[in-house]
């Protein structure tokens, strides 16, 4: 299976930013065991960070005809206001997982809704780098 996990504004960051709420690795070091893993389990995985939402539709819709058989998303703060971002996951016919590091539910209301998780088969939150591990075993289930 040929995943594509995207990661939004500011994931670029990891491991400098507030590591008491997303730990102390980078998104290199998170990607590395989670391709290690998704290996292991004969998936092929991609993955691209960008801090503008632009990217992240076009790659969205773009997903399919790369061959991409499904989609780990970590929006970052566009999950809770991107409409374009929201519209291009329902659009791209890839089954998608939505993944944060915190429990967004438990921090700040303005934090505590994202506009994509209903066009996501599934969401994952408040497992730290877990989740995206997570969000690999969960692809039997999403693509079906």
């Not at 070091?29 to 960070?49: K, L, N, P, T």
């Not at 503008?52 to 969205?60: A, F, I, M, R, S």
Request: aromatic share 6%.
């Amino acid at each position: 299976m040929k995943v594509l996990f995207l990661f939004g504004p500011n994931l670029g960051a990891l491991g400098r930013r507030d590591p008491e709420t997303y730990g102390s690795a980078t998104l290199d070091q998170i990607m590395a065991e989670v391709g290690d893993r998704a290996s292991a389990r004969g998936h092929d995985v991609e993955w691209r960070q960008s801090d503008h939402e632009g990217d992240l539709v076009g790659w969205l819709l773009g997903a399919a005809s790369e061959g991409h058989d499904a989609i780990v998303i970590n929006p970052g703060a566009l999950s809770h206001y991107s409409l374009s971002l929201r519209d291009a996951i329902e659009a791209c016919g890839v089954p998608a997982i939505e993944v944060h590091m915190s429990n967004i539910a438990a921090r700040e209301e303005f934090r505590r809704h994202s506009v994509v998780s209903e066009v996501c088969r599934a969401t994952i939150t408040g497992l730290g780098a877990g989740g995206y591990h997570l969000a690999l075993e969960a692809m039997p289930w999403i693509t079906t």
